[in-house]
């Protein structure tokens, strides 16, 4: 059913599709008749940032695009802080993001969701990977998988986990186990092949290796965590920044072994600094703040950033309304531009 419902409906209308392996299919759950189910014309749409640093233009651009995209079709948006990285999050960042992206004129449905307050739901979707026997554990280090990831193995692109946990005997994990490294849990992927239409890029596909869905520290993977919490929330269009294109065979794979359905994806081009590289500090005025402290004014950072994607002319300082009259897709950059 559920491969019915993304191969009949969504590949004609040219949204993600998954191609499984034969293999797949047999462990492939129904749609729970309980769960939204997407339909073409479903766009809400969100922002995600996670509280590890201050945005950047790049990141607010994404921010106003991921706003046009679901406004322009008059859908909800929604705010979710993705925090689940403790190690990384910093405090009082989010509330920065937040305020940052209230001064573009950005608005959002609801509260402002944590995925930290969320981990109870992770966990069950965790729990039923498990159940399903899909999981097994892995004990390997960051250094083991590189270097192993180094050498090469067969349908896996390079830097994929080699599967080096996957079939150890009982006697063999109880060993590691007792070494007292505590093991992450990866979901046999059967190096899926899962291809999907992004709506700016195009056909794209890739091979999903076995991913880890809990990390070595207990709190669920980023790649669970976004497909978990983009379904609870009804999310049906997901904007975000071209750098993380890489992730979404992975994300497909994970809501089509959870029975989930699938949101269309939508990956915008990255800004680089005049040299060429990904906007970073070096660059001088990259934060909403630092142009500020520049002179400007937040309506003309905004009108920046849209003149950057064709929605502005020199000099002109658009309402959001105008924005919204004028947003067309099928007229955005798809390359990394220059701000
Ligand atoms: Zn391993």
Same mark, same amino acid.
């Given at each position: 059913?559920?491969?019915?419902?993304?191969?009949?409906?969504?590949?004609?209308?040219?949204?993600?599709?998954?191609?499984?392996?034969?293999?797949?299919?047999?462990?492939?759950?129904?749609?729970?008749?309980?769960?939204?189910?997407?339909?073409?014309?479903?766009?809400?749409?969100?922002?995600?940032?996670?509280?590890?640093?201050?945005?950047?233009?790049?990141?607010?651009?994404?921010?106003?695009?991921?706003?046009?995209?679901?406004r322009?079709?008059?859908?909800?948006?929604?705010?979710?802080?993705?925090?689940?990285?403790?190690?990384?999050?910093?405090? =009082?960042? &989010?509330?920065?993001? *937040? +305020?940052?992206?209230?001064?573009?004129?950005?608005?959002?449905? %609801?509260? #402002? /969701? @944590?995925?930290?307050a969320?981990?109870?739901?992770?966990?069950?979707?965790?729990?039923?990977?498990?159940?399903?026997?899909?999981?097994?554990?892995?004990?390997c280090?960051?250094?083991?998988?590189?270097?192993?990831?180094?050498?090469?193995?067969?349908?896996?692109?390079?830097?994929?986990?080699?599967?080096?946990c996957?079939?150890?005997?009982?006697?063999?994990?109880?060993?590691?186990?007792?070494?007292?490294?505590?093991?992450?849990?990866?979901?046999?992927?059967?190096a899926?092949?899962?291809?999907?239409?992004?709506?700016?890029?195009?056909?794209?596909?890739?091979?999903?290796?076995?991913?880890?869905?809990?990390?070595?520290? =207990?709190? &669920?993977?980023?790649? *669970? +965590?976004?497909?978990?919490?983009?379904?609870?929330?009804?999310? %049906?269009? #997901? /904007? @975000?920044?071209?750098?993380?294109?890489?992730?979404?065979?992975?994300?497909?794979?994970?809501?089509?072994?959870?029975?989930?359905?699938?949101?269309?994806?939508?990956?915008?081009p990255?800004?680089?600094?005049?040299d060429?590289?990904r906007?970073?500090?070096?660059?001088?005025a990259?934060?909403?703040?630092?142009?500020?402290?520049?002179?400007?004014?937040?309506?003309?950072?905004?009108?920046?950033?849209?003149?950057?994607?064709?929605?502005?002319?020199?000099?002109?300082?658009?309402?959001?309304?105008?924005?919204?009259?004028?947003?067309?897709?099928?007229?955005?950059?798809?390359e990394?531009?220059?701000?």
């Amino acid at each position: 059913m559920m491969l019915d419902h993304v191969l009949g409906c969504k590949v004609s209308e040219g949204l993600p599709a998954i191609v499984t392996t034969p293999r797949l299919e047999g462990i492939m759950r129904p749609m729970p008749a309980d769960r939204h189910i997407h339909g073409g014309e479903d766009a809400t749409g969100r922002y995600a940032p996670s509280p590890t640093g201050t945005l950047h233009l790049g990141n607010l651009r994404t921010a106003l695009l991921a706003w046009l995209f679901a406004r322009s079709q008059g859908a909800r948006f929604l705010m979710r802080i993705d925090d689940l990285d403790r190690q990384r999050v910093r405090p =009082g960042i &989010a509330e920065q993001q *937040l +305020a940052d992206l209230a001064a573009l004129g950005l608005d959002w449905d %609801g509260p #402002v /969701v @944590r995925q930290s307050a969320r981990t109870e739901h992770h966990a069950a979707a965790i729990a039923r990977l498990e159940a399903d026997g899909a999981l097994y554990p892995c004990f390997c280090t960051r250094a083991e998988i590189r270097h192993a990831a180094s050498a090469p193995h067969g349908a896996h692109p390079d830097g994929s986990y080699p599967g080096t946990c996957r079939e150890l005997t009982r006697a063999e994990r109880a060993a590691r186990d007792a070494a007292g490294r505590p093991p992450a849990l990866r979901l046999r992927a059967g190096a899926a092949r899962v291809a999907f239409t992004d709506r700016l890029l195009g056909p794209r596909e890739g091979v999903v290796d076995d991913l880890v869905v809990r990390r070595n520290d =207990g709190v &669920a993977a980023y790649n *669970l +965590a976004v497909v978990v919490d983009d379904t609870a929330a009804g999310v %049906g269009e #997901v /904007v @975000r920044g071209a750098d993380l294109i890489e992730t979404t065979p992975r994300q497909l794979h994970v809501a089509a072994r959870l029975g989930m359905p699938t949101p269309r994806y939508t990956h915008v081009p990255l800004v680089l600094g005049a040299d060429g590289a990904r906007l970073a500090k070096r660059h001088g005025a990259v934060t909403l703040a630092g142009r500020v402290a520049a002179g400007q004014s937040p309506l003309e950072v905004r009108a920046a950033l849209a003149r950057s994607v064709g929605l502005a002319a020199p000099r002109e300082l658009p309402t959001l309304d105008e924005l919204l009259h004028r947003f067309d897709p099928s007229v955005l950059p798809t390359e990394p531009t220059v701000l």
